[in-house]
Structures are given as C-alpha cells and as structure tokens.
C-alpha cells in the first residue's frame, strides 16, 4: 500500500490513542514503576529471590504454552461461525450467572500478572497467593517513597491484580511481621498496608505516607483498624479465609453469597463509596483500565452479595432526576456527570455480579471515563429489575437463544423504534466503533439480527427523509456488530458516508444471506 | 491539568464555537496552538508551512463546530492539522523530503501487506491490533507513527534509550505484520 495512503489512513484511528501517547496528556513510561532501572530493584536486597521466582513461572508458563494449541484468530471476511459473540448458557438459572469451568480459565490461572490480570474470586487469591507474596517481597517501596507517593499510589503495581481478596493475604503478611524494629522493614509494611486499603477502594489514607514517620509509628495500630473493617464489611480474616472452604463455583449465587445487608445498609454502603478512586487513571491510558481497573471495582461492590441487587437497581433508578439532567439535556450541567457515571458504573458492576462481562455493560463507561450515547442506565436497570424479578438472578441480555429472540420480537422492534433516534445523534460525534457498542441494539444479541434485517427491509421502497436513511445504515452496521464483523466502521466514517446513508437495502440483503452460515434465517 | 480539567475546558471553547464567537479560535490557538505546530512541524519541517497549516485547521473546525461536537478537542483538532500537513507535504514531496518522515512511512509500509483497494479497512484492524497491544507497545507505535517523533525524541520522553525504542518499535511492528498476514491480507 502506498505509504502516504497508510499515513492518511493511520490519522482515524482511536482518540484513546491519540491521547494516550500524546506528551502532555498521555502517560510517561519513565514514571512507572516497571519502567525502573532493574539495578534499582536489584539493589532493593529482594530482588534476586523474586527474578528467581519470576523465571521459574516464566518456565511454568513456557512449558504450559508449549502444550497449548494456538487459538484461531477469527477471520474478519468472509463470514464465519467463528465470528459469533460466545453466548450464555441456556439451561437453568445458575448457570448462566456461572462462568462454566472451560480450559481457557484454568489457562488463566496460569498465566503471569499483567496489568490485564484481575482476580475477582476468592478461590483464585488463594492459588496465587504465592505469587502475592513474592510481589510484596520484591516491592520497591524506597522508589516509591522517594518519588511522589500519591501519585505513585493511583498508577499500576501487581498488587492491585489482587483485588479486595488479596486484602487477607496481606494482612497476613504483615501481621508474620509483628516485632518488627527495623524503621526500613515497618516502612515497606506500611506501604503495603495502604495498598491493602486501596484494593478495598478505600484511598484517604493520605496521610500516613505524606510524612515518612507514620509508616514506622501506625502500622500495626492501622492494621487493626483495617481489621475492623474486613469484618464490617462481611470480607473473610485471614484466619476465617484460611478455615473456610471455598463455594463451589457449581453453587448458584444465591447459595455463595452471605449478604443480610438491608437497604438502609446497601445505600449507605453506595453513597459511601469512592468511585472517583476508580476513574482516577482512567483518561486518557484509556485501554489499561477496562478489565482491570473495572474488576477490581466491580469485586468491592459485589462482595455486598447478589442478594443486594434489587437495592442497587432501585438505588439507580432512584437517580432518573441525575439521567433527565445529564443525558436528555444538550447542555448538561458538567457537575452531574460524575453522579451519571458513578450510576452507570453500578449498573456494570451489578451485571458484573450475575456472571455478565459484555462489551455492552463494559462500555456503558467509556475508556475515558464519561458516559457514551445516551443509553437510558435507568431504563436499562428497570430491566434487569423486571427480569430478576420475573425470572430470579440470570442475565436478560444477549438472547441466547433464537426462540428466545423470536418470544420477544415485539420488544426487538419497539426498541429499534425507540433508539433509532439516538443514532444521529452518534454520528454527530466523534465516529468510531466504540461508539456503537454502546447501543441498547447491540446488546439483543446476534439472534435478534434476523428481526432487525426484517425491520430494516419493511422500510424497501418507502419514501424515507434521510434521517431515516442514516438511521437504517446504522442498524445494519449494528447487526454485522453483533454477528461479530466490526469492519464496517468506514461506512460511518465522514468521509465515506454515502454508502449506510443512502441505500441500506443491498447489503440488508447481503447479510440476510450469510445468516444461513449462522443456523438464521432471514424472517422475510 | 488532569482530564477533567481538560474536559471542561473543552466544553467550555466549543461552546463558543456553538456561539459562533470568535474567541473560540483564540482559545483554541492558546490551549492547542502548541500542540498543533509540533504536529505539524513533525511532518513538514518547515514552520511556515506548519503554521499557514494550523492556521486552516482552526478554519476547519470553525467550519465543522457545530454540527460536530468533538468528544476530544485535542484529537480532533490533531485529525484535522495531521490529515492537512500530510497533503500539504504531498504536494511538497518531490522539491523537499522529510528524511525521519520517510523513514516512518517505509517502515510502516513495510509492515502493511495490503492493497491501496483495501485502504478503508484499515482504521478499524488498527484500532483493533492498539487494543491488542500492551500500553507501552502502543505509547511508542503511536508516538512515532501517529505524532510522528523521532526515535531520538520518543526515548527522551520516556527515558528509554535510543536502541530500545528501536528494538521495541521494530517488534510492534513484525506484531502488526503478523496481526494483518492472519487476516487474510497478502500484497
């Protein structure tokens, strides 16, 4: 390709990307801890235990990769089953609020700490504990301190993988550390120990490291108070974790969880909550904090149990005011749009809490932090609150299956018609695909595709204003998104809009045929 | 400033830009015009023309705010500068080169096994090979191949050496090859 052709085409890619790499607004690889020079750790005493750790999981991995048969990479065309987004299962409740037990997550477990990493189950803590251990063995907290340690604190280190349920191993940690006189030694405990309050989303503990002295001096008293509080909020002790089997993970959520939280309890617990300490490194490092950063969120508000659902539903939908005032108004009051995503984030935490880790609950939350589209998260949390009413706890999004789809054409149809109007609204923005995962259309699933190409084609030959038009561009371009073909982006793009807006018809046709590849079928 | 800052502050200029007021460009050129120049310096080497090519970006968002209304002002703004000193550089490129902007485009050439013909699929594989990277993967691919840095530069800004960024940036790129080879793209 002609390298200039190349060089226009590079300049559409995300803004995410642009922002994160950009000098001022991006982020300084030199600041982060990983970006160290090694001598510096080496020289931290700690070091050659962990680089002996670290190269005997490196052998680990090697030789459990060496086994591991390369997973195909989807072909973007033509059309393939491959393409399709996994499903849920469909046979009972439990378990399709269950991650089912497949080779992929026992690969997981496996696998080396990244930034990516999240351990949101107790059973997983437990079997990395090890790992944990030599992480906060081989913590450099002298770079930590010398540089500013609040900042230092809100940027990236293994330990956070961990989650709320590394907080026991922690203490435990500290806690074989008791008797301890060495100033040096109590100043990396209590380094640890504060990153023990951030994994529990508890982040004011500021000043016990603005002054240096506070490390050796409150310690213990700290971890104590830390205590309490692991009991409080119903997380295991170290002993209690230690003596208590683990749930199966064959047990519906209803039987792994202990919550008797009332809902005086769960608001209060809600209006607490610091979620500004999740969204602190969101913008513009936009790709680093999906899973990780989100996880990590999502297991401190679900260790209130699923049980407490329906009370974070009614917390959410108690905020229509906050939706009306944010997302319907053209010129939102900006102070609100903390409360707004603080709303959706609940909303992704509480599908999160029913086994539901979808592109659309993800990115209801943008990698920047604010909301995309202007998806209702009441409307949506009315939804789910109907559905765990009428059905008990199991996820009502994506169908799962094609009669399930057909059951609820109506609903398919309805919302095309609701939601259609939203889409000139999206591309009047910045036009890129994650703009369109946020799309109540999206999240049907691909059995709905049928009905939404059967919608689409009842339009042929109508006389149509061209918001019309772009509006059945768009839901072409959103049915290819389900069936997982996210390639059509270009049609959107300014530059080429011709395409989706004036005549949706043929390639509505076009899909319609591969949908047989699908086990589909076009309902017209 | 963090972002919310800057998100307000963005909000805040296109909303004279909405208002049809003209200290929109002012404010632009004071929050952007740095930002803007360096762009456009990366690829035309020349300030005169880096400048008459900012000048017609602050034109071009004048012109499309509204009906658009960026989601970032910043990347936006850089779009619309990067994409204008690119065809200024076009029209340039047979009486002025620029050696380090010849260097990144071969090699990214290099790297791309598709047709002129399968141009617009492009954005999105690379959207999709950025999400696949890590982020310091990507810090340095877009640096160099987006802000256009020189290698000497990139490894001053984040305190790597010369050699490592090259090294880094040279198996991004055979990652890239790769990512488009097993989609089915073959020059």
Redesign the interface.
Known sequence: ???????????????R??????????????NRPH?RPLSRFLNSGLGAAVISGAVALGVLIFVVLAGRVSPE?P???PLDSTDLPPVMETDTDSEAVTEPETEENTQEETEAI??DTVIDTPEEAEARKDELIAILDGLDYKWNILNDPSYYFDQYTPVKAFGVYGVPYMLDYIMEHEGETDAEELKRLGVILHFAYHNLGITDTSEWYRKENHFSQDVFVNLQALMQHLQKNGLPSPEELSKTKTPSTEDAPTENTTSNLSKEDVYKKLNEFNFEYFYSD????A??ISDKELHNAFAVISSLGVETIPYILEYIINSQDIYNAVALSP?PD?ALWGEYRDRCFLLSAAYHMLGVDGHYSIHWISP???VQGRDSFVLLSQYLLDHIEKNGLRPIYPFISAEEAAANQDRITRQLEDTSSDFKWYL???L??YQFDASLVTVFGPYAVPYILDYILSHEGQPLTPDEELNLGVLLHLSYRMLGV??T??WH?PA?PVESTTDPFPYARELAAHLSEYGLEAVS | MN?VD???AD?RII?LYFARDEQAITETDRRYGG?CLRLSLNILEDRQDAEECVNDTYLKAWNSIP??????L???L??IV??LS?NR??ANRAARRNRELEVS??E??DC?P???E???????????F??SL???E??????R???G?AVRDIAK????TPKAVTMRLSRTREKLKAFLT???YRV
């Not at chain 2, 009906?67 to 970032?72: A, K």
């Not at chain 2, 800004?157 to 790597?160: I, K, R």
Request: hydrophobic content about 30%; proline content about 6%; some cysteine.
């Open positions: 390709m002609n390298p200039m052709l190349i060089a226009e085409k590079l300049t559409d890619i995300d803004d990307y642009i922002l994160e790499s950009d000098p001022v607004t991006g982020v300084i690889l030199k970006a990479t072909p973007v065309t990244t930034e969101w913008y513009p490092t790709s680093s010129n900006y920047d932090g604010y009047s923005h910045d890129t695909d996210e390639t982006a270009a793009m080429e | 972002h800057e998100k307000q909000g909303d930002f009906p658009n209304r960026p989601h970032s910043r990347a936006y850089g779009r990067r994409n690119l550089y076009k485009l071969e990214l050439g791309i598709m047709r002129d399968e141009a617009s699929a492009l954005p999105a594989l690379l959207n999709q950025l999400a890590t982020q310091e990507r810090i340095l691919f877009c640096s191949y987006w802000h840095n800004t984040h305190g790597l097993e989609r089915g």
